[in-house]
């Protein structure tokens, strides 16, 4: 029987000491570069217009908060307009990697540029944590001494500011919900759509009470829930980093469908992880029948990756071999 590794991964742990018969390597290579750089435009290509929409929408209105802050001298409003400027530098910045993360694989690097998508969203999540404790270190002062504010000037910038966050934030969930990415950039959107909710609830309180504490009040429980949300997507973050089984794959169903296939006998050694948080990846050793021919490996080794794609597996690594054989991997 010819036994077939189907491709090779970065971390190796299919090489044993067995002897293998390989595929033809310029065929295989080709089809798995096609298929990253396909897949990157099916379901990446729509997260980067929406950040294109984001960036702009958010560039627009940080210009718009700079002069409204001059001109209801409102350090409120000028303290968020330099916080929306690094939103926008952020967001722009996951526009430029999430673009870069759709070129497909090549000699550098195997499995295409989608690790740029997460490295974006990490370094997006840190600027918003940064950006939630300058919040709680400029407000805290506040709520011990609260400044009077133009709440007419601010009323008009809220109402503005609720519509182009909330525009960019529907714009961002319209969109592929599992890239990392967005949802960092979401999340910035969002916590300066509910500051701007906070102003508007705390401007239109003022126009009728002298009551300044409210505005801070407000800002400190925004801050908190972003912290909160910003974490949990750094951890989600940091386990795609680490290689982490995505939360999405099934291993007993994966099994379950592998072992219904013709001529399988067994499966283990099943390793998955992701390269963006979204497509998954995985390899694993295939305990199949004695004495089968090229043709019925090469057919097996088809049927198995559509099963896994139709999993949400876009990228598999197969290596088969008999029971007589002894893998050292079987736990």
Known sequence: MDKTIGENTAHGHQANDHTHVHEPHHTHDHHSCQHDHA????????????????????????????????????????????????????????????????????????????????????????????GSVFIFIETIPRLIHPEAVNAKGMLLLAILGVTMNGLAVLRLKSGNNDSINQKAVMLHLMEDALGWVAV?????????????????????????????????NLRAILNVFLQAVPPKFDLETTKEKILKIPHVIDLHDVRVWSMDGSEMIMSLHLVVEENLSSAQCKALKHEVKHTCQHLHIGHVTLELETLSEGCKLVK
């Open 200 to 232: 508007l609830v705390g401007s239109i309180v003022m126009l009728f009470a002298d009551v300044p504490i409210i505005d801070p009040i407000l800002s400190l429980l925004i801050a908190v829930y972003i912290l909160y949300n910003a974490f949990k």
């Open 39 to 130: 897949s990157g435009h099916s379901h990446v290509h729509p997260v980067t217009s929406n950040l294109k929409v984001a960036f702009f929408l958010n560039f627009c209105f940080t210009i718009i908060e700079l002069i409204g802050g001059v001109l209801t001298n409102s350090m409120a409003i000028m303290s968020d307009a330099i916080h929306d400027l690094g939103d926008t530098i952020a967001i722009g910045s996951a526009w430029f990697m999430e673009r870069y993360s759709e070129k497909g694989c090549d000699d550098r690097y195997n499995y295409g540029y989608k690790r740029f998508s997460p490295l974006s969203a990490f370094i997006t999540s840190v600027i918003l944590i940064v």
